[in-house]
């Protein structure tokens, strides 16, 4: 299957958003995680926090910024997404978790603009 300009730009963005994570401590579980009420792009482990982490990349803000893609009905998506992901993990239902949204805005270069790590950033 050959990715289109925008899944691309999602899978660096998700690349970015892992490596700055790992680089403050974070461990990697798992990444596009799929099921039928949607997709979760990386979960990983800070310390006994599980964290879903919500990625959006962006070619400049013309139309808005990253962070504002993240809506209602994306959250909703989330957070069953995330409650089916937990039932199938046995081992992490003592665990804490939290979702955090990483919005990534590259600029006409390509290099990275803005990157910003809202930690806790969705509540149920």
């Not at 299957?1 to 925008?6: K, N, P, S, W």
């Not at 949607?38 to 964290?51: A, P, Q, Y």
């Not at 600029?107 to 990157?115: D, E, L, Q, S, W």
Request: one cysteine or more; a negative charge; glycine letters at 8%.
């Amino acid at each position: 299957m050959t990715r289109t300009t925008r899944q691309k730009l999602g899978d660096a963005g998700e690349l970015l958003a892992r490596r700055h994570l790992e680089d403050e401590g974070y461990l990697f579980i798992a990444a596009n995680w799929s099921c039928p009420s949607g997709e979760l792009d990386l979960v990983m482990r800070d310390g006994d926090v599980i964290v879903f982490v919500e990625v959006k990349t962006r070619r400049g803000e013309r139309l808005g910024t990253a962070e504002e893609a993240v809506t209602v009905s994306k959250v909703e998506r989330l957070l069953r997404a995330a409650e089916i992901y937990l039932a199938s993990r046995p081992d992490m239902a003592d665990l804490f978790w939290r979702f955090d949204v990483i919005a990534v805005t590259l600029a006409p270069t390509g290099a990275v603009g803005r990157f910003t790590h809202l930690i806790n950033a969705v509540h149920a």
